[in-house]
């Protein structure tokens, strides 16, 4: 058993690991507060792009088959969406998992395949992996920029235009809520209507609970409201379907095409971003809740160390008075 003084020394340093726990639990919520404006503030712009591309698409058939246009992949670049620090539980290693999963699918048909890794973490395991890199988006993980966005989404259309790459997937993480962030996959060249016109804006972005009693009770009291927060648009609304195409429907696909694209880029990122801080949220809650289980061990073996001590020095008090 140990001695009273190393259980003492054990509980100062759980004490002090509970205090860092505690304080990165706090910034990430407010992190994450922070992340979850950022996309309320972007999804009236996003809802209503959406819907005139959706009205669009729908209305002109001749449309869709500019933009959907299927041809042989030969080759596939993949943005991946990760952090730059770590402490986020298993944030990282689903991405990348997924991420080596879909290299190894494509290079066993004999597809290649280009990363554009976005977070230091993909970046150092892509590089690790010898996978082929396009730049490096490391500063786009903690700091969200529409403009670089932009950028990249320029260079994938012409790449994409220029038969340079056949296919555009994106690898992040959904953000639905404060205790659900979703893997998901999304193709973003060629573009497909069916998944563009199903895309799930379900998010929750007021509250910030993480377990499923919490998630259960603010549904029961707010309805299914509750859980959508300010994006409730499970249906985009419909504009009017009497287009007329001037100056022609090339130069208005290659206008409309890339501006979703690009929102869709951005989009992915703070979904990725609000989906860490919640990710280190919960990570944090859960190591404070499991030093408070320790320390409730440790204080207890601490006190029963030290009845036991003063029993043993009382049995010898009275032994020696006996004998004497």
């Given at each position: 058993?140990?001695?009273?003084k190393e259980?003492k020394?054990?509980?100062?340093?759980?004490q002090?690991?509970?205090?860092?726990?505690?304080?990165?639990?706090?910034?990430?919520?407010?992190?994450l507060?922070?992340?979850?404006?950022m996309?309320e503030?972007?999804?009236?712009?996003?809802?209503?792009?959406?819907?005139?591309?959706?009205?669009?698409?729908?209305?002109?058939?001749?449309?869709?088959?500019?933009?959907?246009?299927?041809?042989?992949?030969?080759?596939v670049?993949?943005?991946?969406?990760?952090?730059?620090?770590?402490?986020?539980?298993?944030?990282?290693?689903?991405?990348?998992?997924?991420?080596?999963?879909?290299?190894?699918?494509?290079?066993?048909?004999g597809?290649?395949?280009?990363i554009?890794?976005i977070?230091?973490?993909?970046?150092?395991?892509?590089?690790?992996?010898?996978?082929?890199?396009?730049?490096?988006?490391?500063?786009?993980?903690?700091?969200?920029?529409?403009?670089?966005?932009?950028?990249?989404g320029?260079?994938l259309?012409?790449?994409?235009?220029?038969?340079?790459?056949?296919?555009?997937?994106?690898?992040?993480?959904?953000?639905?809520?404060?205790?659900?962030?979703?893997l998901?996959?999304?193709?973003?060249?060629?573009?497909d209507?069916?998944?563009?016109?199903?895309?799930?804006?379900?998010?929750?972005?007021k509250?910030?609970?993480v377990?499923?009693d919490?998630?259960n009770?603010?549904?029961?009291?707010?309805?299914h409201?509750?859980l959508?927060?300010?994006?409730?648009?499970?249906?985009?609304?419909?504009?009017?379907?009497?287009f007329?195409?001037?100056?022609d429907?090339e130069?208005?696909?290659?206008t409309?095409i890339?501006?979703?694209?690009?929102?869709?880029?951005?989009?992915?990122?703070?979904?990725?971003?609000?989906s860490?801080h919640a990710?280190?949220?919960v990570?944090?809650?859960?190591?404070?809740?499991?030093?408070?289980?320790l320390?409730?061990?440790?204080?207890?073996?601490?006190?029963?160390?030290?009845?036991?001590?003063?029993?043993s020095?009382?049995?010898d008090?009275v032994?020696?008075?006996?004998n004497?």
């Amino acid at each position: 058993m140990a001695s009273l003084k190393e259980i003492k020394t054990r509980i100062g340093s759980v004490q002090n690991t509970r205090k860092i726990t505690s304080a990165m639990k706090m910034v990430a919520s407010s992190k994450l507060h922070h992340a979850q404006v950022m996309i309320e503030n972007m999804l009236p712009y996003e809802n209503m792009l959406e819907s005139i591309l959706k009205t669009f698409l729908a209305a002109d058939v001749d449309a869709r088959g500019i933009i959907t246009e299927e041809r042989e992949v030969k080759k596939v670049a993949l943005l991946v969406f990760s952090s730059n620090s770590s402490m986020c539980g298993g944030f990282n290693s689903n991405v990348i998992k997924r991420m080596t999963h879909l290299v190894e699918e494509y290079q066993a048909k004999g597809v290649g395949v280009e990363i554009y890794p976005i977070g230091r973490k993909v970046y150092e395991k892509t590089v690790k992996l010898g996978y082929p890199v396009c730049g490096n988006f490391n500063a786009l993980a903690d700091k969200p920029n529409a403009g670089d966005c932009t950028r990249i989404g320029e260079e994938l259309a012409e790449k994409y235009v220029n038969g340079e790459i056949d296919r555009v997937e994106l690898v992040y993480h959904h953000f639905k809520s404060a205790g659900s962030q979703i893997l998901t996959v999304k193709r973003l060249y060629p573009i497909d209507i069916e998944e563009a016109m199903n895309y799930d804006h379900t998010r929750d972005l007021k509250h910030q609970y993480v377990t499923e009693d919490a998630a259960n009770y603010l549904e029961k009291q707010g309805g299914h409201h509750a859980l959508q927060g300010t994006s409730s648009n499970s249906q985009a609304q419909k504009l009017n379907d009497n287009f007329i195409v001037e100056p022609d429907m090339e130069t208005i696909l290659y206008t409309l095409i890339p501006r979703y694209v690009n929102l869709m880029i951005y989009t992915a990122l703070l979904d990725s971003n609000a989906s860490e801080h919640a990710a280190r949220m919960v990570a944090m809650q859960t190591a404070t809740d499991n030093a408070d289980e320790l320390l409730r061990e440790l204080n207890l073996q601490y006190n029963k160390g030290r009845q036991q001590a003063i029993t043993s020095e009382l049995l010898d008090i009275v032994g020696g008075s006996v004998n004497n």
